[in-house]
């Protein structure tokens, strides 16, 4: 088991297709880290989408500028960050689901902020 990092964590595990784990990564910062929702991207990436209060460690560089914003994540095909984009103000702010048009991402969530 990977060391929790925070309140809660992402934890991302890629099995095969009989069921054995491939890989398993942990990312996560010193606060409530959530992901809503996974997607394979046409580039043979993975997004994740969510919401943190975390600044540090995956986060670092996440500008939460609220409570607590949503985020886009991007993975490659060993679980391995790529980068994450920080969505939100000076609210709660949340992403839940993306699709990807041709590696062009769209995002929905919902937002307290202005």
């Given amino acids: 088991m990977t060391l929790n ?3 809660k964590d992402i ?3 890629k099995y095969n297709s009989i069921g054995v784990r491939v890989w398993r990564k ?3 910062g010193s606060r409530e ?3 809503h ?3 394979e991207t046409s580039d043979g990436n ?3 989408v969510g919401h943190s209060r975390s600044t540090d460690a995956t986060f670092a560089g996440f500008a939460n500028i609220g409570d607590q914003d949503g985020f886009v994540l ?3 095909n060993t679980g391995t960050k790529i980068w994450i984009k920080s969505l939100g103000g000076a609210f709660s ?3 839940y689901d993306a699709i990807d048009f041709s590696n062009k991402i769209l995002v929905v969530g919902h937002t307290s902020s202005n």
Avoid: P
């Fill in 93 to 95: 702010d949340f992403a």
């Fill in 46 to 48: 993975y997004i994740i």
């Fill in 26 to 28: 942990h990312h996560a």
């Fill in 37 to 39: 929702k996974v997607i």
């Fill in 11 to 13: 934890t991302v595990v």
């Fill in 74 to 76: 991007k993975i490659d």
């Fill in 5 to 7: 990092l925070g309140d």
């Fill in 33 to 35: 880290d959530i992901a």
